[in-house]
């Protein structure tokens, strides 16, 4: 292929086999087309106004980070770490790249983070002291320049042993990485920012046991987690598979929300674990990452100063290649992600046979985690992983006729 072709048909392609990727695994039972609402039906002015407002600076504030992280990665390609780079083990000089790239860029968001957090505390959704924050963003640092200076190895590995076809190798790497996180992630890493205890015995997990067994789903486990003492926002998920596959419900939402809300949410959870969400994803990646990672390798050709092709040098042109790349396939994979989430709530409405709860439900939640009720289109396309309240509301209402 000629040179000059390779940049767009690279990233053409990877964009067009994500696409592809998502048309094939799009769920075709995701309920009742949501019905047109009118979010003043259900939201007053003033929670409408509310809402926007701070999500609205929430998202202007995450697009600076974003900007100022690429920039930074801009520094570091165009001027590679030279005595990093030069240190006489290469395998150790990736390593010791990666982990500068990832202490720099962490803490050139941190000052707009801490922002985002102080608005987030003005409104009531954070509880926790700046102490405890300061010490969970410095475990956060820690554990991702570990994983970045994992990854700068690796990649000098791969780069001199596969030469310019690196990336191919690189992606049964980036999808092995994923499949051992979310495996090991539930018993390694997030015990160490949270509490994970079982639901105690009592009617709510039996009731929440019972309804797995009717689903005929194996819930592996369900756990509360003690959210509460980093935020009042209340939520839901499921992670991990095979003997750490477990629901996790935060404390706020047992708390603040009634059974049938809480048995409700669960319901859309064990939605993920009935139709195998989360090896769906990895599915999805494992499709997708080799075209991912060779558009990233040409990307980076380009990217990385003359020299340092295929040497600990190139570890910052790959970085900034990925962080490239990656959000663009990313708003591709959302598209199958909101359709994954509105196959749960059809789930979760078809268990339950409670579309009144599902409304109420939506409405309480997006009021208590201040929530844009109804973004943009131009949002909801390029980060919303799940349907919007109002589109939630509507299938309700379309469920309910």
Do not use: C
């Not at 801009?74 to 030279?82: I, L, Q, Y």
């Not at 990646?285 to 020299?307: H, K």
């Not at 994954?340 to 409405?363: K, N």
């Amino acid at each position: 292929m000629r040179r000059s072709w390779r940049l767009p048909v690279a990233l053409v392609t990877a964009v067009v086999v994500a696409e592809a990727a998502v048309l094939a695994m799009r769920p075709r039972d995701r309920g009742p087309e949501p019905v047109p609402v009118e979010p003043r039906a259900y939201f007053s002015e003033a929670q409408i106004e509310k809402a926007e407002d701070f999500r609205g600076g929430q998202l202007l504030i995450y697009l600076a980070q974003t900007a100022i992280g690429l920039g930074v990665l801009v520094v570091f390609a165009r001027r590679p770490p030279e005595r990093l780079a030069a240190l006489r083990r290469p395998v150790v000089a990736g390593a010791a790249v990666g982990a500068a790239i990832s202490v720099a860029t962490g803490a050139a968001a941190q000052p707009l983070a801490a922002v985002a957090r102080e608005r987030a505390k003005d409104v009531g959704l954070v509880t926790q002291g700046w102490l405890d924050y300061a010490g969970d963003v410095a475990k956060s640092q820690a554990i991702a320049a570990a994983i970045a200076a994992a990854g700068g190895a690796v990649l000098v590995f791969g780069m001199r042993r596969f030469g310019s076809r690196w990336w191919l190798p690189g992606a049964v790497v980036v999808v092995a990485f994923a499949a051992i996180t979310i495996y090991a992630g539930p018993v390694v890493l997030d015990p160490l920012f949270n509490d994970f205890k079982r639901l105690p015995a009592g009617e709510l997990r039996s009731d929440l046991l019972g309804l797995a067994r009717r689903a005929g789903v194996d819930v592996g486990e369900v756990y509360e987690i003690d959210a509460s003492r980093r935020t009042t926002a209340a939520n839901a998920y499921v992670t991990g598979f095979g003997h750490t596959k477990r629901v996790v419900l935060y404390d706020n939402l047992i708390r603040d929300f009634n059974p049938a809300e809480t048995r409700l949410v669960v319901a859309h959870e064990l939605g993920h674990v009935h139709n195998h969400d989360v090896r769906g994803g990895l599915l999805w990646l494992a499709i997708v990452a080799p075209f991912g990672t060779w558009a990233a390798a040409v990307v980076s050709e380009r990217l990385a100063p003359g020299g340092a092709a295929l040497s600990p040098g190139a570890v910052p042109a790959v970085a900034l290649a990925l962080a490239i790349v990656a959000p663009v396939l990313t708003i591709v994979s959302d598209q199958l992600s909101r359709d994954v989430e509105r196959r749960a709530d059809a789930f979760s409405l078809e268990l339950t046979h409670d579309a009144e709860t599902f409304i109420e439900f939506h409405r309480r939640l997006a009021i208590k985690n201040l929530s844009d009720p109804d973004p943009p289109a131009a949002v909801r396309f390029l980060f919303g992983t799940h349907p919007s309240t109002i589109q939630r509301i509507g299938m309700g209402e379309a469920f309910e006729r």
